[in-house]
Every structure is written in C-alpha cells, then in structure tokens.
C-alpha cells in the first residue's frame, strides 16, 4: 500500500505563488509518472501537469509559463511551483502517482486527498 500527502495549498492574492508536495510513502519499487490534476467548484476535473521519471515535462495551455512541476526521485516527492497565480487557479488541486511495487509489477494509480488553492482578486 502507499500514501500520499499533499502540502502547500492555501489563500494567496493575484499575482501571488505558492508551492504543492505530495510526499509517498509505503511499497514503492519505482513512480513511474506523477500528475498534478484540479478541479474548480462545478467543473470537471482537469490535468495540471505532467512529470516522467527520466523529467520530461507537460502543461495544460494555460498554466504554461507560470507552474512549474518538479520531482524528487529520491524522496518520492512531487512539486507544482505555481507562480502568476489568476483567480480562475482557484480549485482543489490533486497529486496522481503511477506506482511500481516491484520490478515485474504494473503501475497501479495512486491520487492524493487534495489541497485547496483559493487566489483572490
């Protein structure tokens, strides 16, 4: 089993940054893929971002420029460095974790509880 926990969310004002951890723990052999995914009161929930083991790097249009996803392989942590922050970032933002239990094991899908981001005007 593996659990995750998310850090760093909170109240910022427009123009503002802030930085989200989530943090794994548990029978890890490797993470394959780690997404950062939001949803905003009375939409659907969205891909922020996307980091590969080996860092290769994606962005949903309008984040580009402004958030920035990170990972540390060693401490099994994920980051989203969110800079510029707009009202519309304002949402329930949610660490997503491919994990591997061993070598010859399938990824299996791990999400994080959530952490509310609120920017004001």
């Known amino acids: 089993q593996v659990q995750l926990v998310e850090s760093g969310g909170g109240l910022v004002q427009a123009g503002g940054s802030l930085r989200l951890s989530c943090a794994a723990s548990?029978?890890?052999?490797?993470?394959?893929?780690m997404n950062w995914y939001r949803q905003a009161a009375g939409k659907q929930r969205e891909l922020v971002a996307t980091?590969?083991?080996?860092?290769?790097?994606n962005y949903e249009e309008s984040v580009k420029g402004r958030f920035t996803i990170s990972r540390d392989n060693a401490k099994n942590t994920v980051y989203l460095q969110m800079n510029s922050l707009k009202p519309e970032d304002t949402a329930v933002y949610c660490c997503?974790?491919?994990?591997?239990?061993?070598?010859?094991?399938?990824?299996?899908?791990?999400w994080g509880q959530g952490t509310q981001v609120t920017v004001s005007p």
């Open positions: 997503n974790l491919k994990v591997r239990a061993g070598w010859d094991a399938a990824p299996y899908e791990y």
């Open positions: 548990g029978r890890i052999w490797s993470i394959t893929v």
């Open positions: 980091i590969t083991y080996g860092g290769g790097t």
